[in-house]
């Protein structure tokens, strides 16, 4: 049984630059969340998918959208990066009647901007 | 919002002693503390988890206790092994309506 899998597992842009990072869910899961975790910190909520739709949002600029396709993954994308934006972004799947519960997060894609 | 500080953020242990992670939080509706282990390069992997309508979950060496009224939770782990050295997350939300927040971590060294 797959669990998460994100990609790509590293990434290396500039400043200005766009960027898009994929999740697929584990199996049989239909809901995904999108964490930022900056180097040393506990992951910070970005945004959740179900369904299509964005459900919430954390405190997050526009920069930041995503999308939910029908298959259920996800994409994250940040557009004008900036420095601030290195970190390592966790993507989490889970059951849609468990908005935050039995959280299933993948490895991860970390994003380095110079 | 919600506010969680975990404490401490580092902490070394002998083979064999206990481990305690402690976490308070601010919102007094929240209902829902999950625990991840975070081990170096990998995912954050849910441990253990204790909802608001019980004080104490236990498994096998892992167990957490919750205090609402001083709106504090904390993770004991006995018998700790070399495995458990990793990072620790704490985390609290209102089930099914809030997003969890989560503390800055604790990283545990479990020295042989």
């Known amino acids: 049984d797959a669990g998460v899998t994100q990609s790509p597992t590293h990434l290396i842009k500039t400043r200005g630059q766009q960027v898009t990072l994929r999740c697929s869910p584990k199996?049989?899961?239909?809901?995904v969340s999108w964490y930022q975790q900056a180097l040393g910190q506990g992951p910070q909520f970005i945004f959740q998918y179900y369904e299509e739709e964005e459900r919430q949002r954390g405190n997050f600029p526009d920069r930041f959208s995503g999308h939910q396709f029908p298959n259920y993954s996800s994409e994250l994308n940040v557009n004008a990066l900036l420095l601030g934006d290195s970190a390592l972004y966790l993507c989490a799947s889970s059951l849609g009647t468990g908005l935050n519960e039995k959280l299933f997060f993948g490895s991860g894609t970390q994003l380095s901007v110079l | 919002g919600e506010n969680v500080e975990q404490h401490p953020s580092t902490l070394s242990v002998q083979e064999g002693d206990s481990a305690v992670i402690k976490c308070t939080y601010s919102d007094s509706a929240s209902n829902y503390f999950p625990w991840y282990k975070q081990e170096l390069g990998k995912r954050p992997q849910l441990i253990i988890d204790i909802r608001s309508n019980v004080g104490e979950k236990k498994d096998q060496r892992i167990a957490v206790t919750l205090n609402k009224t001083a709106k504090h939770f904390s993770l004991h782990i006995t018998e700790t092994q070399p495995e458990d050295s990793a990072v620790y997350f704490c985390?609290?939300?209102?089930?099914?309506?809030?997003?969890?927040?989560f503390g800055k971590g604790t990283r545990l060294s479990v020295i042989a």
């Open positions: 199996s049989g899961h239909d809901t």
């Open positions: 985390a609290a939300s209102i089930a099914g309506n809030t997003p969890l927040v």
